[in-house]
Every structure is written in C-alpha cells, then in structure tokens.
C-alpha cells in the first residue's frame, strides 16, 4: 500500500487543479500556451527516471510536488501540467490506484484538449492509458470506447485515406485482437492492408505487418485459448437481405490466413535485403501454421528449408533456438468462474498449474505428469485432460523431428478462490 503521505500530497494536487478551475473567470487575462509542450524539465526527468526503477511512492510524491510548484507559479491551464500529470497517472497504475491514476490522465487529457483542440494528437497516448488503467479495473467495455475514441482522434486529423492513419489502425486492431474481439480486428487489418497497399505501396512494411495481424484473427479463430462472443448489439432489421447478410457465416473458412502468412513471405523474398531472422520468422509461421491445421507435409517441408538456410548458423541464433527444443503454439483454457461481485475481485489470485509431457514428433502430447498446483484449493483435473489438446511445434535435431520428454507446460491464470479459504 502506498503510504498516507503519498497518497495526501497527490490528492491535494489533484484538488487543487480542480479548485483552481472552479474559481477562474472565464475571461482571464492570460493566454493559453499554444502547440505541444516544451522539451522536459529535470524534475519531469527525474520522475520518470524514478518510474523506470520501480520507486514509485517517490514518483508520485515528486509528480505532486511538481504539480503544486506549476500551480503555485502560473495556472491550473497552463500545458507544463500535463508531463507531472500523467506520470503522476504512471505511478499511481503501478501501484495499483487506478482510481487516482484515471483522475490524473483525466486531468491531464482535459489540458491538452484546452491547449491544443479537442481532437488533438498528443490526447492519445493518454487515451490509451486510461483504457490501460480501465482494463485492469475490469472495465473492458469502458476501455473498448477510450480505444475507439483514440482512433476517431487519428481519423479527425489525418481523413481516412492517408497512410498517417495506419498506426491508429494497427493500434486499435490489436486491442480488438487482445480482447476476443477477432472479427472487428480483422475488419481493421483488412482495411489497413488496403490502405497500405494503396498510399504506401505493397511489400511495405505496413503491409506486412497488417497481413500479420490478419494472419493471427483466422489463428485465433481456430486456435485460441478463448474468445469471448461478441454480440451484436444492432437493432433487427426488417430486410431480408441485409439479415442475410449479417448474420451469415462461413464455416472453416481460414483460407485467407494462409494466404496471407504465404504473402508475407513472398514480400520478404522480394526485398532486396531481407533481415534473414525476421524472414526465418515469417517462415516458421507459416510452417506453424500448416503444423496446426495438420498438413503435415507443407509443415516439415518448411521446417527444413528454415534449418537448411540457416546451417551454419551458432547454436545461439534465432533459428536454432526456436527448433532446438519443443515450442508450445496451442493449449485450451479451462473456463473459470468470474467474479459475479465487486467485491469478488478481492478473492482473485494468479493460479499456476505445471505439469511435464512428452512431445512427439508431430508436436502431440503424452504422458502428462502433474509437477506443481498452486494454490492447493485448485482442482488441476481439468487443466490435465485440456493438456491432451495442447500442440507444440517439435524440436529437430541434425534437421530430424524427434520425440521430447519431460517438457514443461504450465497454466497460468487468475483463480477465484472459495470464500471460505
């Protein structure tokens, strides 16, 4: 816990910013600072410095001084606010305050729409660390709109055809991504690979990120650990055409993931100067991929080519340490209870569950033997049969799949206890 005094000293503040916006008249003397910030102070240096090592009590009661030196020598609008605001944010996540650390951004946000419009740019990395902050509180709808907000910020400034917007999308589809919501993600990576084709130029390096991402949607979809369903909260509609449209689906259709891993590839080959590792990778998931839909011949075809290429490479490179040793690409998640209450959350705890396998040639498990349960109250029964399912991408030796034992496979994932524990 932080201690009072840390806690004091940023609550006052953070009042005093809101106090001091309360009593100002609306038609103030001074002016507003225009454009972004200037270049940090030292003290702005110094906090984050302390953030970096993890201090984060000192942080924050450094963060809160700053703010109250700035108030005490200019005004509660003034932009110089907004660095000590948001690492006073910073420290107050880390430390798990995330009421506090929501306020600061606020604060922090509000002043630089102030300063610089309400759809300005330097808003979003804030933004996104309210959604940060509003997920950890389990607030994911909440930090679903803070997201979407960001990329209407990135619409608003750059239109919908410049290849500014890209890393707003590429932003936004991984956040759909992380959160089970594969089917918008995917919506997003189709459109930032037209974009990127169209104003960038395809082979670009946007491109091929994008065709990443759309890659990992079709593999999700298939091979996720979980996806929640996403409903559709639109109202019904009375065309039958449009019905059709929208609640048809096409069963097994993972095509265009491998067709976009294989593109990936190709744009890689076609570079003049390919990095060779980031080409192995591109490689290796295709290959994974091909392991996991079972076309076992595709898959080791691949495999081979990667080790061939990469021969007379050290033990230490990328290549051989990715096939020197079984890599798990799949293992299903039991489901567990989720706190039905908010005071529920105050019995959440991290669960971790080991076991050993053997890992055969095709990347299929065996022989599961539970190692570790914690905590003890957990029923590991199920977590054991979900091992079965588990598919890992086998280790090669002198370019040979073989047979692995003992490889470890751990399950770790936030546990309800009982009450009565």
């Given at each position: 816990m ?9 609550f ?19 002016g507003?600072?225009?454009g ?7 003290e ?7 953030i ?13 001084a700053?703010?109250?030196e700035?108030l005490?020598?200019?005004?509660q609008?003034?932009?110089e ?18 009421s506090?650390?929501?306020e ?8 630089t ?31 679903n ?12 400034q ?7 917007l ?23 990576y ?17 491109v ?7 890659a ?38 993972y ?70 040793a ?13 706190p ?38 957990l ?6 049969t979900?091992?079965?399912y ?9 370019g ?8 470890p496979?751990i ?8 009450r009565?524990?």
């Open positions: 932080l201690r009072s005094s840390c806690i004091r000293s940023a006052v503040a953070l009042l005093a910013i809101s106090s001091a916006a309360e009593t100002e008249k609306a038609n103030s003397e001074w507003l600072p225009p972004l910030p200037n270049a940090e102070s030292e702005v240096q110094r906090i984050r410095e302390l970096r090592t993890e201090e984060y009590e000192a942080a924050i009661e450094l963060a809160a700053q703010v109250e700035i005490g020598r200019t005004h609008y003034d932009h606010l907004v660095a000590p605001l948001t690492l006073l944010g910073d420290g107050f996540h880390a430390m798990q305050e995330f506090l650390a929501l600061s951004y606020l604060q922090a946000r509000q002043l729409r102030i300063a610089n419009g309400l759809n300005s740019l330097d808003q979003v990395n804030l933004l996104y660390r309210e959604a940060s902050t509003l997920y950890a509180m389990n607030r994911v709808d909440d930090a709109t803070l997201h979407e907000r960001a990329f209407t910020v990135f619409r608003e750059f239109g919908n055809q410049s290849p500014e890209i890393p707003g999308m590429q932003r936004l589809a991984y956040w759909y991504l992380s959160t089970g919501n594969i089917f918008a993600a995917r919506s997003v189709r459109g930032c690979v037209a974009l990127a084709e169209e104003s960038v130029g395809t082979g670009s390096r946007p091929i990120d994008c065709l990443k991402g759309l990992r949607t079709y593999r999700m979809e298939r091979w996720s650990r979980s996806v929640r369903r996403v409903v559709d909260h639109r109202p019904p509609t009375r065309n039958k055409r449009e019905r059709r449209e929208r609640f048809k689906t096409t069963i097994n259709d095509k265009p993931g491998e067709r976009a891993l294989l593109d990936v590839v190709r744009m890689l080959l076609d570079q003049k100067a390919p990095d060779l590792d980031e080409l192995a990778a591109a490689k290796l998931e295709l290959a994974d991929w091909y392991l996991l839909f079972e076309d076992w011949k595709r898959a080791f075809v691949i495999y081979r080519n990667v080790l061939k290429t990469h021969a007379s490479a050290d033990s230490n490179s990328f290549v051989k340490q990715e096939l020197s079984p890599k798990l690409l799949h293992v299903p998640y039991p489901k567990e209870p989720a039905e209450r908010l005071e529920d959350y105050a019995r959440q705890t991290m669960a971790r569950v080991e076991f050993e396998v053997s890992v055969n040639r095709a990347g299929m498990v065996s022989n599961i033997a539970l190692v570790a349960v914690e905590p003890a109250s029923d590991e029964r199920r977590y054991q979900s091992s079965r588990a598919r890992f991408r086998p280790a090669f030796e002198e040979v799949p073989v047979a692995v034992d003992a490889v496979l399950y770790e994932f936030l546990y309800l206890k009982p009565n524990e």
